[in-house]
Structures are given as structure tokens and as C-alpha cells.
């Protein structure tokens, strides 16, 4: 084949699975909150206020014991709202402790709404930035990572942000304040008690420890599997057409079942450990509030101070069951949340690495924009590299006037794609320079050069759109009117008005739908009606039918007129109209001419024409 994309191997990005830089990062969150301050100002206050309720509700309980229930000067610190009766101060205790349960639970419902408030704003400008910034990024990129890896940023990784801005973040703030709060009190309360209260604390912090590692190590595993599950899919429905036309159904559901299990294994493996932590916690939990009970009941029992820290109430051991109780439930809750929190961390990294990222194609510092052009395109000793070190193009030279239809030839690889890519600038080049009507393609502005040039490749892209829509990209500013006008002269307007909906027919992912010619001649439509004064084309007409061809030949008639053109040539009428044809190789160009001129020398051009043409039953030779 004369035409063959050029350009570097595709590599893989590792997933980040640990932030890096813990402080770096959540300063680059913070810029994204700033214009919403207040909301987070707010919701820190409502969730230290909502935790001081919710753990003071323990004191209390241990009041209505020692005031009420079994009374104690010595320790009764509560004066009754409504002084009078024991029943009223109790009843007043108790609608307190009720208060507090009801205030703290709205507070932390009103937290979690302003939190996520201001979380979605953040983050729907994470999501703009990392889309715009994609937009920005040369093409080099794109060859250099897959699709599904920068489509991961904008999905995935702002999903796990999403998650740690809403429940977990808030949940892992007001847990440890909860822990910071119950052991201030518990100390404060009987320090002795509250240090052997806390006593199992530390083999709770080394089980969860272990469990949540595990279990993290294991959920890795599963997402590692879960990615291979996902490329065998779309492999598999992208190739189903091999697939089927190669008998080879079972040889590709083994497949998948092979690599479902292995995704079922580890999601086992991760809710295994995931499962056993909370048994594991409970039981120490229990073993905690047991020591309360039995040391503190003890010491009231017999009337004996407990290790010279006096004898214990019984509401003060009713408030320490509850600070046990409260301290412990968040050690769990924080363990788990972490590791969200440090997802949520890695996926910032991923993204905020994305978005410093700079465009490979330097533009300088006072770039212009191009004024309407004539269409003059110089090469002058132009080198370029996909990868350092390996040179593309090597000291490429030529010049196409204006008007001027130059057809690029040669071996697949040879660059030819390449020398097309540098006209519009999809790419840097490593040497020399690239000139449109004498301005160096790097000091004007993209917009400006781009929207003088169109491209119509090989196989075209059409977006899921209507086929109005289509055309309309070339010029979005364009009336039905002139789509339609500009339809016709391209030979594609009978095809459109034969669509169930014509011309707003909406069309499948990619222009699944319509034929290889049909989707050339909407895409040549499209280039037509930008009116470019550049046209880059990627001819290919062997693989559609004879009329089609027709068309499409008859399209590509209207659409060179008058412009200058750069054709990778795939047919001989093409070839033969050419003004100058450059044969390629190797990154050089080795010869130049017309057709006749290249065909009488004899050299490379004649010996890739006789090896690649061959004479079809309407006497045209074409590309094999």
C-alpha cells in the first residue's frame, strides 16, 4: 500500500496507587475550593460543633446516674432546668442528652449537604480544566498513551475525588475529632481509668492496620483484573467480525472466563479481609468495655480507689462504657475511609499531572495570527522525531505553490503521514522549519493556521451526531442552506436525502451505519464546507464499489480546485494530475517530479509503480 500511517509506539502509564506528595496535592485541591470558602468554613464548624454534641451526650448519661438514679454530691455537677422535683431536673437531664443526640445528627446532615455543596463545584472545575487541557495537548501525546488511560482521569480518578469530597472526607474528620474529643474527656474525667480503658486501643490500631493492608493489596488486584476484564471486552466486541468470520467464539468466552475468575478471586480475597476486620474489631470492642465494667464495678463494689485515681461512680462507669463505645467506632471507619482518601489523593496526582503537562509544540512568545493565506507551503531541510533519537523525517525539502496538487508516495513508514501532520503543526518538528506564505508555522497562533487548512484521511471520523451536524463542523456558523448547497456539489446530497431522517439522520459511534464511501463523502463535505485554502487528503478509494468511487473521485475534483493540496496517493488518476510527486523513503525524499518525469527515470517511483499497480477491467491501474 502507497499509504500508511507513521508515528511511535503506543506505552502504557502505571496506575498510581499512593499519593506521592500528600501536601502538594491537597494545596492544589484548595485552589479549586477557594471560591467557595465560606461552604467549607461552614461545614468545619457544623462538624466540630456536631462531634462536641454527640460525645457529650456520655457525660450526660453519667449525670443522670450520679444526680438522679443513685445520687452523688461528690460527682453531680448538673443544676436541673426546672428546679423543683427530681422527676423534672431528670426529665430536664434527658431532653438535654435528646437535644444534643438531634442537634449534632442535623448538624452533621447539614455539614455532609454544604461539603458536598461545594465538593461538585470543585470538582465540575477539575473536570473543565482536565478536558480543556486534553484539547491542548499535541498529538504526540495521544500516540504516546492510550485513549482509556486519559479518559481515566476525567472518569475514574475525578470519581474517586468525587467519593472523598462527599462521605469519606467528612466521615474522616469528624472520626478523628470524635477520638481527639472522647480521649480529652476520659482523661480529664479519671485519667488512670481512661488509660486502661484504652488499654486493647493499640491492638485495634495493629488489626486494622493489617486487615485494611490486605485488603487494599487484594482491591489492587481486583482493579488490575477488572482492566484486563474490560480490555478483553472491548477487544472482543471491537474484533467481533474475526472473531466470528475465524469460528473462534469459544477460544474467546474461555478467555474472558479465565480472566473473569481471576477478577472473582481477588474481589473474594479483598472482601475476605474486608469482612474479618469488623468481627475482629467488635470483639475487641467488647474486651474494652468489659475491662470498664469489671475494673470500675469492682472499685465501686468495695468502695476502693482504682490505682489511686479514687472510687469510680456508676455514672461515671456508664459514661466510660460510652466513651469506650464512642472512641472505638471511628478507628474502623478511619482505616477504611483512608484508603479511599489516599485513592482520592492518587487520582488528584494523576489528573493535576496531566494538567501541568506542557504542549510539545512550542509556540513563541509573541505568536500572530496568520493572515488569510495563498496557500505557498516550504519545506526547508525539515527533520523530525516521534521518540529522541529517532529521527522521522531527515532534512525534507520541497515547495508547493499555490494551487499546486503534490502527491506524496512511498513505502509504508517511509513518513509520508508525517510530512502531511507538520503542515497544520500536529506536531514539532526537530529541524529546520515549516513556512506558509513565508511565516514559520511557529510563530502564528494554531487557530489561525488550522482554520486555513482541512484534512480528509483515510478513514474518516464522524461523531454521533446528526449528518447536518457533520457537515456543520466544518463551519459551525454555516445555514442549513449552505450544508445542503455545499452537500450537492460533493455528490453526497442523493445518498443523505435517502437516510430515514435525511439530513437529520443521527448517526451511530464513529458513522456506524453508512458505508466507507458514504462516510468519505460527508467528511469531504465537511472539509468543503470550510472552504480551506490547504487541503491535506488521504485518498482511498479501494475499498469502496465503482459508482461510489465515481462520486467520491468527482467530490475530490471539486474540493482540489484552486487549492493547494497534498495528496498520500493511492490512485494513478491522482497520481497522473499531480504537479509534483514526491517519492519517499526512508524518511527522504529520493525523488520528485511529475508522473512521467518519476516513471522515465527508472528508479525508485517506477519500481514501486510496477510492483504496486496492476491493470483492473476498466484499463485504470490502481493502488493493489
Known amino acids: 500500500m502507497m499509504g500508511g500511517p507513521g508515528g511511535p509506539g503506543r506505552m502504557l502509564s502505571e496506575e498510581v496507587q499512593k499519593p506521592k506528595d500528600v501536601a502538594t496535592t491537597l494545596r492544589r485541591f484548595w485552589t479549586y475550593f477557594q471560591p467557595w470558602w465560606y461552604a467549607v468554613a461552614l461545614t468545619v464548624v457544623m462538624i466540630v460543633v456536631s462531634t462536641l454534641m454527640q460525645v457529650a451526650t456520655a457525660p450526660l448519661t453519667g449525670q443522670v446516674v450520679d444526680c438522679y438514679l443513685l445520687p452523688r454530691t461528690d460527682t453531680c455537677w448538673y443544676e436541673p432546668i426546672v428546679a423543683g422535683s427530681v422527676v423534672s431536673g431528670l426529665g430536664g437531664l434527658v431532653l438535654l442528652v435528646i437535644l444534643f443526640f438531634v442537634a449534632g445528627a442535623l448538624l452533621q446532615g447539614l455539614a455532609f449537604f454544604s461539603m458536598n455543596w461545594a465538593g461538585q463545584r470543585a470538582l465540575r472545575r ?6 480543556a487541557q486534553i484539547h491542548r495537548l499535541s498529538l504526540g501525546y495521544y500516540a504516546r498513551n492510550e485513549a482509556g488511560n486519559v479518559m481515566s482521569r476525567i472518569t475514574s480518578d475525578t ?7 462527599g462521605f469519606a472526607l467528612l466521615s474522616l474528620v469528624s472520626g478523628l475529632l470524635q477520638l481527639l474529643i472522647t480521649a480529652a474527656l476520659m482523661l480529664a474525667t479519671a485519667p488512670i481509668y481512661a488509660l486502661i480503658s484504652l488499654s486493647v486501643t493499640p491492638i485495634m490500631i495493629l488489626a486494622t492496620l493489617y486487615f485494611s493492608n490486605q485488603a487494599r493489596k487484594a482491591f489492587r488486584a481486583s482493579r488490575q483484573q477488572m482492566g484486563s476484564v474490560n480490555a478483553g471486552l472491548q477487544e472482543s466486541i471491537a474484533g467481533m467480525r474475526e472473531v466470528q468470520a475465524f469460528n473462534r467464539e469459544d477460544e474467546t468466552i474461555a478467555q474472558f472466563r479465565a480472566t473473569n475468575a481471576a477478577n472473582r478471586d481477588a474481589n473474594i480475597r479483598a472482601a475476605s479481609f474486608t469482612s ?3 468481627p475482629v474489631l467488635d470483639a475487641l470492642g467488647f474486651v474494652a468495655i468489659a475491662i470498664v465494667v469489671v475494673l470500675g464495678g469492682l472499685s465501686l463494689l468495695r468502695q476502693q480507689p482504682l490505682l489511686g485515681s479514687g472510687v469510680i461512680s456508676l455514672g461515671t462507669i456508664f459514661a466510660f462504657i460510652q466513651y469506650v463505645q464512642r472512641f472505638n467506632q471511628p478507628i474502623q471507619q478511619i482505616a477504611l475511609l483512608w484508603t479511599n482518601i489516599q485513592s482520592a489523593i492518587a487520582g488528584g496526582e494523576r489528573i493535576f499531572g496531566l494538567l501541568d503537562l506542557e504542549p510539545e509544540l512550542e509556540v513563541q512568545q509573541h505568536a500572530v495570527e496568520l493572515p488569510p493565506i495563498v496557500g505557498r507551503v516550504v519545506f526547508d531541510n525539515v527533520h523530525a522525531e516521534y521518540l529522541p533519537g529517532r529521527p522521522v523525517l531527515k532534512g525534507v525539502t520541497f515547495t508547493a505553490e499555490p494551487g499546486q496538487m503534490v502527491a506524496i508516495v512511498g513505502p509504508t513508514g517511509a513518513g509520508k503521514t508525517t510530512i502531511v501532520n507538520l503542515i497544520p503543526r500536529f506536531y514539532a518538528i526537530s529541524g529546520g522549519r515549516v513556512t506558509i506564505d513565508d511565516h514559520d508555522v511557529r510563530t502564528v497562533t494554531a487557530p489561525s493556521l488550522r482554520q486555513q487548512i482541512a484534512v480528509v484521511l483515510q478513514d474518516p471520523f464522524l461523531f454521533a451526531d446528526t449528518v447536518m451536524n457533520n457537515i456543520r463542523y466544518g463551519r459551525l456558523e454555516a445555514t442549513d442552506e449552505e450544508v445542503r448547497a455545499i452537500a450537492q456539489l460533493v455528490s453526497a446530497h442523493d ?29 469531504i ?11 491535506i ?12 468511487e465515481r462520486l467520491i473521485q468527482r467530490a475530490f475534483d471539486y474540493l482540489l480546485a484552486g487549492r493547494t493540496s497534498f495528496v498520500i496517493a493511492h490512485r494513478l488518476s491522482t497520481i497522473r494530475n499531480a504537479d509534483l510527486v514526491l517519492m519517499v523513503q526512508d524518511g527522504q525524499i529520493t525523488e520528485r517530479g511529475t508522473h512521467d518525469q518519476l ?10 509503480y510496477m510492483s504496486q499497480f496492476s491493470q483492473t477491467t476498466t484499463g485504470e491501474p490502481t493502488a493493489a
Open 126 to 131: 477539575i473536570r473543565e480544566d482536565t478536558f
Open 159 to 165: 470519581d474517586t475525588i468525587q467519593q472523598a469530597l
Open 276 to 278: 474479618a476486620l469488623n
Open 495 to 523: 445518498f443523505i436525502e435517502r437516510l430515514p431522517s435525511g439530513y437529520q439522520t443521527l448517526l451511530g459511534e464513529r458513522g456506524s451505519g453508512l458505508s466507507q464511501g458514504q462516510r468519505q463523502l460527508i467528511a
Open 525 to 535: 463535505a465537511r472539509a468543503a464546507l470550510a472552504d480551506p485554502r490547504i487541503l
Open 537 to 548: 487528503l488521504d485518498e482511498a478509494t479501494s475499498s469502496v464499489d465503482t459508482r461510489t
Open 599 to 608: 516513471l522515465a527515470m527508472r528508479g525508485a517511483y517506477y519500481n514501486l
